[in-house]
């Protein structure tokens, strides 16, 4: 070989060296969004992107979000986190209920874990403290599977002739048993009897109205479920089957046509989990990012299917709603 010929080809292989390293080095960081629900096309996954945007990052132009659904079927959510360990994702979003948080546990020893759920962080073991997470986990937590007792109260001043009330468990859910003892508590303190019913998948939702219409329940509590809030249609729709005046976890149920709901905006509560993610891809760590807590809650009215139920909601409590549905 020519000597010239050889210095051509070296610097060739060099210059693609350079190239390769370079690609290598502007990599686009790829995200794990893992949700114990069913739905794309929601508060969760547009109020993440807006959150991203708001620390510089476009999904599709300089990172990319890979999108797991376990559609209800939380004894998925292990295999699922171990998929993304092995795609060594750069961060992991583990939303949309504690038992997703508590599948994406382990994988925090080598990936950061942002999660977003209704429960308390501490009690779950998830974080050291809200102020000092201490490990590679952190998030937002918005409380709401804490607040069963408040959301039957309101229903009892939404309907203070009811009798009995009925309320609607997800058993597979890691918060069942807190609730249920909330909910106890809650009826002690109306005075009223209460009906649980427990459902994990649509034919035991279906099994569950049924029962709520053969025992003539009066009112409902749907509780706080990732999975509910995917088969809200289907929810809202059987409460209306059965004339049942039902309070939720999120204004999306009362937009359906539920008659109100007691809980934190979705939107604003996902943006602030997408918010982190971007922090955390931009250097940050886990471990000095504080526990964001949801401070606005929202308490909605559905009027029109209240007129529907032939209900007559005191002008007092509409006035303390946050908002009313026409």
Do not use: C
Not at 79 to 108: C, E, H, W, Y
Not at 174 to 180: I, P, S
């Amino acid at each position: 070989m020519r000597r010239r010929e050889f210095i051509t080809l070296l610097g060739g292989a060099a210059a693609a060296w350079l190239l390769a390293a370079r690609a290598q080095q502007i990599a686009t960081p790829v995200v794990g969004f893992l949700h114990s629900g069913s739905e794309i096309h929601s508060p969760h996954v547009i109020g993440f992107g807006q959150g991203l945007s708001e620390t510089g990052f476009v999904d599709g132009r300089n990172v990319t979000v890979q999108y797991r659904f376990a559609e209800g079927r939380y004894d998925r959510l292990p295999a699922m986190v171990a998929d993304f360990v092995n795609r060594k994702v750069a961060v992991l979003a583990a939303v949309g209920g504690v038992q997703t948080a508590i599948a994406a546990k382990p994988a925090s020893f080598t990936i950061p874990v942002i999660f977003a759920n209704g429960s308390d962080p501490v009690q779950f073991g998830l974080v050291e403290s809200l102020n000092r997470p201490g490990g590679n986990m952190t998030g937002v937590s918005f409380f709401t599977a804490t607040l069963e007792a408040k959301r039957l109260g309101l229903l009892f001043e939404l309907i203070p002739t009811a009798r009995t009330f009925g309320i609607l468990i997800n058993p597979t859910n890691d918060n069942a048993e807190q609730q249920l003892k909330d909910i106890a508590q809650g009826g002690l303190t109306l005075s009223r009897p209460v009906t649980i019913q427990k459902a994990s998948n649509e034919r035991e939702i279906e099994a569950a109205f049924e029962t709520f219409g053969q025992q003539q329940v009066n009112a409902l509590l749907v509780g706080s479920d990732p999975y509910f809030f995917g088969q809200r249609g289907k929810i809202v729709a059987l409460a209306a089957r059965y004339t049942l005046p039902a309070i939720y976890e999120w204004r999306e149920f009362a937009q359906a046509g539920g008659l109100a709901s007691y809980g934190t905006n979705l939107l604003d509560d996902y943006r602030m989990a997408g918010v982190y993610v971007g922090r955390i891809l931009k250097g940050e760590k886990p471990a000095n990012l504080p526990v964001v807590q949801a401070t606005k809650f929202e308490f909605v009215i559905n009027s029109k299917t209240a007129k529907a139920l032939r209900l007559d909601v005191s002008p007092t409590l509409s006035a303390r709603a946050d908002d009313v549905i026409e």
